[in-house]
């Protein structure tokens, strides 16, 4: 019970790892509200968690609905302790097919919707005595990769805004964190013909590159967000914390520790 009695808003938390970190929260003792787009999904995932989650509609690039979420939440259940940014959107393709519309798009969702979350919840969670913030970003916010240049740039965004947010909200006893999953919900990939498994050679050399070759489980996202979410990682502020078997330490080559 980590979160024993805690307070969480995770936004993005209708499907996939949201979701995921939804229910591990739920399990480790917090109440928590799921946030998303999807009202569908959302109130499915809810309802599907118990008493303590619940669902609430929100945009996360509508700064008036955050403030509308947090009134809402503080009148409920009197604090918020903690802040998942999970919410986000993917877009693959060259630069030859990411046009400026495009890029703001991703940036709008993926770091402007954060920023928002934070400056929602900041004064909430300073007048309660603190709080812990994670936003959720990638492996691609540690190394670069062809094809993601918008979202690649969201997600090193992300990183920085941590990092500054760290050092401005410690002393007021919030702390900032990133964590960087290689791997998450398949679907995010549908709108791109079906998803990672369509690239087959090329997807298994991408996955032999790590420490630990596979994608990463859902709840082992979650386990992760739970550490910095839980007052296991007190004196934690400001970190990326890869959650990517080790995909961004390096390579691993075949044979090379034998010759
Ligand atoms: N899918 C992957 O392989 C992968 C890999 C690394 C990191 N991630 C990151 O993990 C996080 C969760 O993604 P996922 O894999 O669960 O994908 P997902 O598409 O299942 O989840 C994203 C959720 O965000 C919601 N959302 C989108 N725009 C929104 C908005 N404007 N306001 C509120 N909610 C909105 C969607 O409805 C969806 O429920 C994201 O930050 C993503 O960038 C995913």
Redesign the pocket.
Known sequence: MLLDGKVAVV??????????IARRFVAEGASVVL????DV??AATAEGLGDRAAYAH????DEAGWTVLVERTVARHGRIDVLV??????HIGGIDATDGDTLRRVL???LV?AHLGVRAVAPFMAAGGGGSIVN?????ALIGMNGLSA?SAS?WGLRGLTKSLALELGRVGIRVNTV??????????APWGGG?AALGDGLTHYLADRGIPR??D?DE?ARAVVYLASDQSGFVTGIDLPVDGGHSAGSHLPGFDTL
């Open positions: 936004t993005g938390g209708a499907r996939g790892t949201g979701a995921a946030v998303d787009v999807d999904g959302g929100l945009d996360v690039t940014n999970n919410a986000a959107i993917l709008d969702v993926n919707g959720v970003a990638s492996l691609d979202y997600k960087c999953p290689a791997g998450g919900n398949p679907a995010m990939f990672l994608e990463a859902l996202i």
